[in-house]
């Protein structure tokens, strides 16, 4: 059975750069036909797509967060990493990572991580 | 400002018909297959129907969800208290280049 699981530090002060590792078991990321995305969701807010990643590197990102966000993955590692730069306040919110089934204009997210919670605060 | 719309709540009573709907535009549940979610409290988000209106197994058939044109439906027959969570609707938008969000709606068991 696929697990995801999110880590990283759990307070970033503004300015700087959030980074996050979603470590995949129970299946390897290089499986072809899945993408996997990041999702946010600020505190009492609704879910936000950050990014959609190939195995290959191939990557789509939120345009309104696209000049400040990295998607990568080490497929050796069975990992996906986020790096959003330039973070602010705005950026608070429980980091998701999931499976894309399906496609990633028509698929569905599944499983989902726990999430990780992200404070921006100095 | 979500790009799908849903009510931000509503209600029922156990053993009830509740409707959710989602509406978009031509660029986004117009044209690519609408997915829901749904989050229980304090938990990740899990996927309860996918492409219109197919349900993943596991998902009981009290959760149905129609599409006609960019407004898309779910529909939660027989309404139990476990079902008292939070309700998203998403799908891609062509115009974007990427995946959207309704803003969520919040279903209370009463």
């Known amino acids: 059975q696929l697990h995801l699981q999110e880590s990283g530090p759990g307070l970033v002060k503004p300015s700087e750069t959030l980074s996050l590792i979603c470590n995949v078991s129970?299946?390897?990321?290089?499986?072809?036909?899945?993408?996997w995305v990041w999702i946010r969701q600020p505190p009492g807010k609704g879910l936000e797509w950050i990014g959609s990643?190939?195995?290959?590197?191939?990557?789509y990102s939120n345009p309104s967060l696209k000049s400040r966000v990295t998607l990568s993955v080490d497929t050796s590692k069975n990992q996906l990493f986020l790096r959003l730069t330039s973070v602010t306040a705005a950026d608070t919110a429980l980091y998701y990572c999931?499976?894309?089934?399906?496609?990633?204009?028509?698929?569905?997210?599944?499983?989902w991580g726990q999430g990780t919670l992200v404070t921006v605060s100095s | 400002q979500s790009v799908l719309t849903q009510p931000p709540s509503a209600s029922g009573t156990p053993g009830q018909r509740v409707t959710i709907s989602c509406s978009g535009t031509?660029?986004?549940?117009?044209?690519?297959?609408v997915n829901w979610y749904q989050q229980l409290p304090g938990k990740a988000p899990k996927i309860l129907i996918h492409s219109n209106n197919q349900r993943p197994s596991g998902v009981p058939d009290r959760f149905s969800a129609s599409k006609s044109g960019a407004s898309a439906s779910l529909v939660i027959s027989g309404l139990q208290s476990e079902d008292e969570a939070d309700y998203y609707c998403a799908a891609w938008d062509d115009s974007l280049n990427g995946r959207v969000f309704g803003g969520g709606t919040k279903l209370s068991v009463l």
């Open positions: 129970g299946g390897s990321i290089a499986t072809d036909s899945f993408y």
């Open positions: 999931a499976r894309n089934t399906g496609g990633y204009v028509y698929g569905w997210f599944d499983p």
């Open positions: 990643i190939y195995h290959t590197g191939r990557t």
């Open positions: 031509n660029s986004n549940s117009g044209t690519n297959p």
